[in-house]
């Protein structure tokens, strides 16, 4: 089993900025081969990919983002925290959403390929 607990979220004006972060606990010795992404789910939407992180071999991973946070929002590991942490700069009205961090052995950017969620954390951006 893998655990999934997430921070940082609040609120913020349009522009602004927030940093979320996921701690994974668990098997940590092999979490490091997970791919642990971030999926958001606004009112009366369906969960959307917002960026994921996989794997490719040592302490490498790589990165993959919605077009819609492209240029916006940066995805990083540290796996001395076991942490994944989502930068997330210049916000949108429409980035207002529960934000969730998942992980997957495999890799996908659909929710349905993850096996493991976190509680998720609100952000909330004022126009």
């Known amino acids: 089993q893998v655990q999934l607990v997430e921070s940082g979220g609040g609120s913020v004006q349009t522009g602004g900025s927030l940093r979320l972060s996921c701690v994974a606990s668990g098997r940590t010795a092999t979490v490091i081969r997970y791919a642990i992404g971030w999926f958001r789910q606004a009112p009366g939407k369906e969960r959307e990919f917002v960026a994921t992180t996989a794997w490719n071999g040592g302490n490498t991973y790589l990165a993959y983002y919605a077009d819609s946070v492209k240029g916006r929002f940066t995805i990083f590991r540290d796996n001395a925290k076991n942490s994944v942490n989502l930068q997330m700069n210049s916000l949108k009205p429409e980035d207002t959403a529960v934000y969730y961090c998942?992980?997957?052995?495999?890799?996908?950017?659909?929710?349905?390929?993850?096996?493991?969620w976190g509680q998720g954390t609100q952000v909330t951006v004022a126009s």
């Open positions: 998942a992980a997957t052995p495999t890799y996908g950017q659909l929710a349905s390929q993850y096996d493991y």
